[in-house]
Structures are given as structure tokens and as C-alpha cells.
């Protein structure tokens, strides 16, 4: 028995052979023309070389060649048998073979996501820590320890959302909540590590808003502490100011307003220049030419003291700022549900690669 592996010419085309039953659809016909094809294929010309052979090679060669055709022909024959049977079980199912293939896509980061991870990220870059805490708390580390007086009206029930659970036995500070901002995280900082402190805390808080263009019930926080000796609004200032300029631009315009909370004294809102008109006025702004990013102040000596803490050797300085609300701001989008709506239209256009810090 002669067997191609006598000729080297045939033997090359084994591998060939034993790839046909697993070829691709649209390859099977390129290669039935490149071995078998009438005009160029290989096998094709392997039988016009005959008469050019002596009488016995002739045979021989001309034997070997045409049992290698025959094995070809019925590994074609098989695998378009194969491949048709195939086809049929599609069609059988449902598909539809002619339609175009679904183009892949790439993920990326929530725009929320992307804003914590960046503006923690700048912290870091100062020597912060990150800490994290429970979303469940009670009303002292949630508003006493803060300096809030006990007749606030953000500890109403319009305005927290309660537990019905009791706290656990022995757990001071009266009812359960779900906390209404990250600064219990600071006091739990302040009362297990003592000064300096220089800590930004990220998490979910919740209050009983209803859900519209500018609120949501459940929200994320980042607020920021520092405290030291010889901590002054100087260090607030510069530190809040040089935030602005990484988060934004080196030249964003920033400004500090006065405000009121019951943790801090003095306290400020801090804004930054219209980040779509840079200054001009828009109805973003409302004609304004700037935007409140953040609130902040002097830690309270009252919060000092309420985390055992003597205020008159340490100061320090706090902010927060909502990473939904800034998220807003930076990509111009109008309404804050947009941000938990799933649509992949929005994701794609305020995700897409490109929208980094370095370009704003
Ligand atoms: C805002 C305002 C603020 C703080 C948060 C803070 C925490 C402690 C002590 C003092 Cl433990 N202050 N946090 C200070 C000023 C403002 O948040 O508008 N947030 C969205």
C-alpha cells in the first residue's frame, strides 16, 4: 500500500485533511478550492505533473495522489453535511442566521463611582486615611455627639428614617437610625485614635426626602476631618482650595461663603466657578457664575470634648460634599435620577473613555 507519507508533497497536506471537520463556515470553500480547485489546487496539480514521470512512478504517484483526492472529496462532503445539519438546528430554534452580530462593548465606571474614587484619591494624595462605619447608628453619634441640641429638627421622623429595632442592650445613645450623613465615622475616629487625625470617610447616607431633579433618599457622602494642634482656617482654606484645583482645573475660581452647622464654628460653603459657563452665568448656575460644592468649618469645640478630646490644645477643620450632587455638576446632568436609572444611552455618554480629570 502506497501512502502519501511516501511523498512529501502529499504528507503536507495531511494536517490539512485533519483540520476540514472543525473548519469555519465561511472557510470551507477557500480551502476545497486551494486543494481541489480545477485550475490551482494542489491535488489538481499534482495530476498534471503525471505525465511527466516515468511508467512505474507514474502509477504509483498517480495511485497515491488520487486516493488523497478521494479522502479529501469525503471530508468536504462530510463537513458540508456536518455544517448544513447544523444550520437546520438554528433554523429549527428560531434564529435568524442572516441577522448581524451584536457589536461588543466595553464598560465603564458609574460616573458617582469615578467621582469618590477620584476625589479620595486627592486626599490620599495628602496624607489622609480612608475609614469606613456603620450605615446603622444610633442618635448620639449621629447628632448629640455632633453639638446638634435635642429639639433639632433634623432628628424629626419627617426628616430621619428610624428603626423599629430597639438597640442592642447596653449600647448608649437612644434610638436606631439610618445615619444622615458619614460624620459619626469621624467621632468613632476621633474616640478611638487620638490626634493628629486627618481622616475622608465615603458611604451611603439616608434621609426621608422624596425623590426628585435634585434629591434622592439614599446618597453618598464624603466628608473630611483634620485635627491637630495648632489647626487654623488657613489649613482649611488652603487644603479645600487646592482640592478644587486637582478635582476641577488649576484655574478654577473658588469662593467661600458663610454658613451655619451645629458641629463646626465658623462655618463656610465653598463654591467653584461654574464649571459649564466658567463664570459668565447660566441656568445651571441660575445666572450665579458659581456652584456650591461643599459645606464645611472649624470643628466645634463642643464635638472635640464630646469625643474626650481637650479643646483647648487640639483644633481641627471638617468638610462635606455629596459625590452625587458633584457628579451633577461635572458631567451637566440635570437630573440626579439619571444617576440610578440603568440607562445605557446616559452611562455611555458621561462613561465614555476620554472624560478623565486631566481633561475635565
Ligand atoms: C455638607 C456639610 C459638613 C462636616 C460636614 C464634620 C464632622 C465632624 C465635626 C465637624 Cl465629626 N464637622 N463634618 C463639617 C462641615 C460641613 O457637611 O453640606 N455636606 C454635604
Known sequence: MIEPTDYPDLGALLPRLAGIPTLPADAVEAEHTAILGRKSGILTAALKTLASLPVDERKRYGAAVNRL???FEAAFAERAEALAAERRRHEA????LTMPGRRQWVGAEHPVTKVVDEIVGIFRELGFAVATGPE???EWYNFLALNFPADHPAMDMHDTLYLDAPAAAGEPGGRLLLRTHTSPVQIRTMQA???PVRVV???MVYRNDAMDASHLPAFSQIEGLAVDEGISFVDLKATLTHFAHRFF???TRTRFRPSFFPFTEPSAEMDVECQLCHGGGCPACKGSGWMEILGCGMVHPAVLENCG???ERYTGWAFGMGPHRIALLR????DIRLLLGGDMRFLAAVGRPGRTRADG
Open 201 to 203: 470617610i465615603p458611604g
Open 249 to 251: 482645573s488649576p484655574t
Open 193 to 195: 485614635s487620638p490626634p
Open 93 to 96: 430554534a428560531g434564529a435568524d
Open 136 to 138: 446603622v447608628e444610633t
Open 69 to 71: 483526492k478521494a479522502r
Open 309 to 311: 478630646l481637650d479643646s
Open 331 to 334: 458631567y451637566g446632568v440635570p
